[in-house]
């Protein structure tokens, strides 16, 4: 299963952003999917989950700015970022949690994406 993100860029504070990320390879169905986030010299934290039913978590820094949402038919995942901070710069990484069922078994995999830089300044 790969992870193709995108979207990320360079924008002023109080910008937007919209990121991507298209889920493709073997696999059933997909469970959740959401984005991480890393800051230089800081371990990856959780920006925004979605299940495949809409129920959605998003971390304290990302409410009422961020949206996750998700296209089912096409496997994608995205992120629109509003009011965007200096504090917001990071690498985001979508990650999808993915089952595949054959006649012998049910396997669950975590994926992750290449992850995609996102910086706020002016």
């Known amino acids: 299963v790969q992870l193709q993100a995108s979207g990320g860029g360079l924008v002023q504070p109080g910008g937007s952003l919209r990121l991507s990320c298209a889920a493709s390879?073997?696999?059933?169905?997909?469970?959740?999917m959401g984005w991480y986030r890393q800051a230089p010299g800081k371990q990856r934290d959780l920006v925004a989950t979605l299940t495949s039913t809409g129920g959605t978590t998003y971390a304290d820094s990302a409410k009422g700015r961020f949206t996750i949402s998700r296209d089912n038919a096409k496997n994608t995942v995205y992120l629109e970022m509003h009011n965007l901070k200096p504090e917001d710069t990071a690498v985001y990484y979508c990650?999808?949690?993915?089952?595949?069922?054959?006649?012998?078994?049910?396997?669950?995999?975590?994926?992750w994406g290449q992850g995609t830089q996102v910086t706020v300044s002016s």
């Open positions: 990650y999808a949690n993915t089952l595949l069922v054959t006649d012998a078994e049910t396997v669950a995999a975590k994926h």
């Open positions: 390879g073997r696999f059933s169905s997909i469970t959740d």
